[in-house]
T-cell receptor, first 116, second 115 residues
Framework: DGGITQSPKYLFRKEGQNVTLSCEQN?????MYWYRQDPGQGLRLIYYSQIVNDFQKGDIAEGYSVSREKKESFPLTVTSAQKNPTAFYLC???????????????FGAGSRLTVL | GQQLNQSPQSMFIQEGEDVSMNCTSS?????WLWYKQDPGEGPVLLIA?????ELTSNGRLTAQFGITRKDSFLNISASIPSDVGIYFC???????????????FGGGTRVLVKP
C-alpha cells in the first residue's frame, strides 16, 4: 500500500543537539511538506518542497533545515538554533505542484520530539 | 496573513447526538478540506469541497462550502465514541506560482465524549 512513513515515532534529544526526522513517501507525489503541531494547537508549516532539489520556507522555518535530493524523501533537521523544539512533527505530501486547482495533503503518522 | 477561525475549540458529545463545527476565513478560498486526527496520529482526509455552495457527504459526515467562499461547516450525525478526535478545516487559494499551493489550517475542534 502507498503511504508516508515517518521515523522515528518518538525521539528524545538533549539541548544543543541536532536531530533529523525522516520522511519517505511511495505515492509518487511531487510536493512534500513539514508541519509542527503543539499541544492543543493547529498545524504550522515549517518547510515545503514542490519539486526535487527545491524547497521553500514556511511560516516557522527558523531553526530548521531540509533537503530534497530524491522525490521520495524529505528529511527535516531540527537544529540547536530552534529554541523550543519539543513538538509533534508531521510530514505530508501531495500530487500537485504549481498551478493545481485542488491540492489534497496525505499525512504521515508523525514524530514526537522531546528535548530533555 | 490568512487566518482561519475554527469553532468551537472543543465540544463534548453524547452518543447519538448530531454535532456541528465551522470555519471562517478573512480570505476567499477555492478549496475547503476537512481532516480528522486521532491521538498520536497524522490527520486523515474526511471531505474535500471544490465549489461554492457544494454540499458533500461521507457516511455520517456532511460538509458544505459556503456561498461567500469564506466559510465551511462540518456536521456529524448520530455521533459514536470513535468520532472522538481533533477535526481540522483547511483552505486553499488558487495557487500562485510565487506562493505555491499551501493549505491554511484552522486551529482544530477537539471532540470529546461526555463523562
Amino acid at each position: 500500500d502507498g503511504g508516508i512513513t515517518q521515523s522515528p515515532k518518538y525521539l528524545f534529544r538533549k539541548e544543543g543537539q541536532n536531530v533529523t526526522l525522516s520522511c519517505e513517501q511511495n505515492l509518487n507525489h511531487d510536493a512534500m511538506y513539514w508541519y509542527r503541531q503543539d499541544p492543543g494547537q493547529g498545524l504550522r508549516l515549517i518547510y515545503y518542497s514542490q519539486i526535487v532539489n527545491d524547497f521553500q520556507k514556511g511560516d516557522i522555518a527558523e531553526g530548521y533545515s531540509v533537503s530534497r535530493e530524491k522525490k521520495e524523501s524529505f528529511p527535516l533537521t531540527v537544529t540547536s538554533a530552534q529554541k523550543n523544539p519539543t513538538a509533534f512533527y508531521l510530514c505530508a505530501s501531495s500530487r500537485a505542484g504549481f498551478n493545481s486547482g485542488a491540492n489534497v495533503l496525505t499525512f504521515g503518522a508523525g514524530s514526537r520530539l522531546t528535548v530533555l | 496573513g490568512q487566518q482561519l477561525n475554527q469553532s468551537p475549540q472543543s465540544m463534548f458529545i453524547q452518543e447519538g447526538e448530531d454535532v456541528s463545527m465551522n470555519c471562517t476565513s478573512s480570505s476567499i478560498f477555492n478549496t475547503w478540506l476537512w481532516y480528522k486526527q486521532d491521538p498520536g496520529e497524522g490527520p486523515v482526509l474526511l471531505i474535500a469541497l471544490y465549489k461554492a455552495g457544494e454540499l458533500t457527504s461521507n457516511g455520517r459526515l456532511t460538509a458544505q462550502f459556503g456561498i461567500t467562499r469564506k466559510d465551511s461547516f462540518l456536521n456529524i450525525s448520530a455521533s459514536i465514541p470513535s468520532d472522538v478526535g481533533i477535526y481540522f478545516c483547511a483552505g486553499q487559494l488558487v495557487p500562485i506560482k510565487a506562493a505555491g499551493n499551501k493549505l491554511t489550517f484552522g486551529g482544530g475542534t477537539r471532540v470529546l465524549v461526555k463523562p
